[in-house]
């Protein structure tokens, strides 16, 4: 391994935290797989950060006129309105920002603006896009200005394999859409096919990521590609293990790709075309794998259980878990710690610079940070009902 000597610096951070100045100078060592990168930054361990603290400040959920079967999506506007999509009634719960009940839309069917499953939430330029990954097409609904007045249909758009030329590729999925790009054009998604893990259990797949156009919807070109996870194969599953490592990936709003493989703290940048930038390394130890904490993993299934109690299981869990970044292009990292209970959360800017840092619980899990709030998904004790939680973000020095 190498060794590098990195200055750490701390910036300041006009909207979020304000960070003082100070340079230090530590060794790090760096990964025989990750010291030739190009274009690398190292971090150093253990650098200090401000912590976030979350202060519960609106509910957004099931009420006196409203039910919500399963809330499985999660959008808000500029307004501050707040979109949940419910897998169960096929349909989006529209709320005020002050949590009152607006309205729904859609509804299951195969009719103009219906869903047969509410799939990716997205808001671009005044419209709401859904997805629905069973019908294979989105849904577009005009938002309108004023708070009180409904939200209209306006039309859907087709995402299929008949819709494009040289997708799905031999021996992949059909393609599905992973994101509406802010220039308008679409990414879609296609992995090989789980069989191919049946018939060799070695098989490593990949998922491969397509840029698309809407207005020319027979193009579509492969610009960035992922590894898929090892597989527990079963009976009836064939499923990736919380505890193998996996591709995570993330836009910023210039619709460079940032990438991660959960076994490292390495995220990665891309030009929007998928050509490679530069990397950004954190070391990270990473928390031991036990045979009990493997089999708790799969949530008391038994024939999982069964399997993971005889497979072989990697030396450790993962470095990190979720990725995202918000509406002000700041990444939000879950990291793997010794509690199981919690996510250490990381966030940082673009540049891979660590801003803040706090412990979160799994249960209370963080769907979307935008306009400033921080948006959970949690199970109200006494109800036993999942619900939509926002919380304010304050910054403090610990």
Not at 63 to 70: P, Q, T
Not at 108 to 117: I, K, M, S
Not at 138 to 144: A, D, H, L, S, T
């Amino acid at each position: 391994m190498k060794k590098y000597k990195k200055a750490k610096k701390w910036l300041g951070y006009a909207v979020l935290i304000l960070l003082c100045s100070c340079t230090m100078e530590e060794e790090v060592e760096v990964p025989a797989h990750i010291e030739n990168l190009e274009n690398l930054t190292v971090h150093q361990a253990g650098q200090q950060a401000d912590t976030v603290h979350l202060e519960r400040e609106q509910i957004f959920g099931n009420a006196e006129d409203v039910l919500i079967g399963s809330p499985n999506q999660l959008e808000a506007d500029s307004s501050g309105r707040v979109y949940i999509g419910d897998s169960q009634q096929k349909s989006i719960h529209i709320f005020q920002p002050d949590g009152n009940y607006l309205t729904s839309i859609g509804g299951e069917g195969h009719g103009p603006g219906e869903f047969q499953w509410i799939g990716k939430m997205q808001i671009l330029s005044k419209k709401l896009f859904v997805y629905d990954p069973n019908s294979s097409r989105f849904n577009v609904f005009r938002i309108p200005e004023k708070l009180h007045i409904a939200h209209q249909f306006s039309h859907s758009v087709s995402v299929t394999g008949d819709d494009f030329e040289g997708i799905p590729e031999a021996n992949f999925m059909p393609p599905g859409l992973y994101r509406i790009r802010n220039d308008g054009s679409l990414i879609l998604s296609s992995r090989n096919s789980i069989f191919q893990y049946r018939e060799d259990p070695e098989f490593q797949g990949v998922t491969r990521y397509y840029l698309a156009n809407m207005e020319d919807d027979t193009s579509a070109d492969m610009i960035f590609e992922m590894d898929m996870p090892e597989h527990i194969i079963t009976e009836w599953f064939t499923i990736p293990a919380p505890f193998h490592a996996r591709g995570l990936m993330a836009l910023s709003s210039d619709d460079r790709i940032f990438s991660v493989w959960t076994d490292d703290f390495l995220i990665k940048v891309h030009k929007p075309d998928g050509v490679y930038e530069q990397s950004f390394y954190y070391p990270f130890t990473k928390r031991p794998l036990n045979r009990e904490d493997a089999v708790t993993s799969m949530d008391d299934h038994e024939q999982l259980q069964e399997a993971v109690r005889s497979m072989q299981l990697p030396e450790t869990w993962p470095a990190l878990n979720r990725m995202f970044i918000d509406d002000e292009d700041r990444i939000w990292i879950a990291t793997i710690v010794d509690d199981l209970e919690i996510h250490n959360w990381w966030v940082m800017n673009e540049e891979g610079e660590l801003l803040a840092r706090f412990n979160w619980p799994r249960s209370k899990q963080i769907e979307k940070v935008k306009n400033s709030y921080l948006y959970t998904l949690e199970t109200d004790e006494e109800a036993g009902l999942e619900q939509i939680v926002r919380y304010d973000i304050e910054l403090s020095r610990k």
